[in-house]
């Protein structure tokens, strides 16, 4: 049976953030054809996961670091920014790496026909030489990130600080992707943006999506009640710059056509900035809830404000197949496919997204259909199990292909 070290600084997570979601599913499809050696930070607290996996190696820095997350931190060490090589995220890694990194080096575990790397944070990990391929998944591109948040940061400094990370982000990319046998992107334009002109880069990158549980979000009747709904990780910077420009500057006019909407704020860990939201007339924010269902059934209209990103926004997806429409920014629905006006409402200034959220607030001749065509392409589109599937496919492929010219030697 092919044996796989899955290798992540999250633990996979159906309930978790969108990346801890997105591993437990592809990590459940592929421990039906192999044996899986999972290497992460502890503790696994999905029970699927735990028992899809023949053995967990617990690599816990044991220093908090994920209270010092890249997307919390920004560039709050100037020196390190600007004396380091390597992009943020990769350096924000670095305890979390480190012990990995050990964890892997350990004799009694070495043994594996695969090993698979979450994140760009544990790139470096990649050995020079090796005897089994090695596929990197970028679940965003840091390069990407960095150049979008540049663009709508209001400080000089930090506009310069994150263009230079971005700069450097893009050439660690590339040179990490050139090291590792596949890499996976989320979505096309990420693919696109990594390879550029590099033909033989781009053959060697599949685009596995994101997808969406779409049995556990079963759809129900639009509610009539004015209540929008922000789902995500709230400690992540793409989030909390959504959920805070969204309620500064969408929200003041939503509540003008509709004095009595009701905005709830739903996810992880939010920071300082988003739970002050809660103060603000009609917004309610909801930390770690152990499920979002029953607020996205609570709403009558989701909101996807994400003006930072790369990849693609579960939080879009989960809305889709809970049969809510959705209003979301270009960025925050890339790589979905999206068809506007049918499947959602694309908006990018403060002012057209309050519009569509307003017009669907009070419209159910646009809001019923709009949720009928987003269901519909979460079911065909973004079902797990298919992409699942895909995903224990081609890798099951790249193990075999890689024995059979092993076992075939030197041409």
Not at 65 to 76: E, L
Not at 329 to 335: I, R
Not at 383 to 409: K, L, N, T, Y
């Amino acid at each position: 049976m092919l044996t796989v070290a899955w290798v992540s600084p999250f633990a996979p997570d159906r309930s978790g953030g969108g990346g801890q979601i997105r591993q437990a599913h592809l990590l459940l499809a592929l421990a039906r054809q192999a044996s899986i050696r999972l290497v992460c930070p502890g503790p696994i607290t999905d029970p699927a996961v735990a028992e899809a996996v023949t053995a967990v190696v617990d690599a816990s820095p044991g220093d908090g670091w994920r209270d010092r997350h890249p997307w919390r931190r920004r560039v709050a060490d100037v020196a390190a920014a600007l004396g380091s090589r390597r992009p943020m995220e990769v350096r924000a890694f670095a305890p979390v790496r480190r012990s990995v990194g050990a964890a892997l080096a350990d004799p009694a575990g070495q043994a594996a026909d695969l090993v698979l790397v979450e994140f760009a944070g544990l790139a470096p990990l990649v050995p020079p030489a090796r005897s089994v391929p090695w596929v990197l998944t970028l679940h965003n591109l840091p390069s990407r990130m960095a150049a979008q948040q540049a663009a709508v940061m209001p400080r000089r400094r930090q506009r310069w600080l994150l263009r230079r990370d971005a700069r450097i982000a893009g050439a660690f990319e590339r040179q990490m992707a050139a090291r590792f046998d596949a890499v996976i992107t989320t979505t096309a334009e990420d693919a696109a943006a990594l390879a550029g002109a590099d033909e033989a880069l781009a053959s060697r990158i599949l685009v596995m999506p994101n997808g969406t549980d779409v049995d556990r979000l079963a759809p129900s009747p639009v509610p009539t009640a004015a209540r929008v709904v922000f789902t995500g990780a709230l400690y992540t910077t793409p989030n909390v710059d959504g959920a805070t420009w969204f309620c500064h500057h969408v929200l003041p006019a939503i509540r003008e056509a509709q004095p009595a909407v009701e905005v709830d704020i739903v996810g992880a860990r939010p920071t300082a900035a988003v739970s002050q939201l809660g103060r603000l007339p009609g917004v309610s924010v909801h930390p770690d809830v152990a499920d979002i269902a029953p607020f996205l059934a609570a709403a009558r209209v989701a909101v996807v404000p994400i003006r930072v990103g790369s990849g693609s926004r579960l939080k879009a997806l989960e809305a889709m197949a809970a049969g809510r429409p959705v209003v979301g920014t270009t960025v925050g629905l890339e790589g979905l496919g999206i068809v506007p006006g049918v499947e959602a409402l694309v908006a990018d200034d403060a002012a057209a997204f309050a519009a569509a959220v307003v017009r669907l607030l009070g419209d159910d001749d646009v809001a019923g259909p709009l949720a009928q065509a987003g269901r519909v392409a979460a079911e065909q589109r973004f079902a797990w199990p298919a992409i699942a599937d895909q995903f224990a496919a081609a890798m099951v492929e790249i193990a075999e292909r890689s024995a059979a010219g092993a076992a075939a030697g030197p041409a």
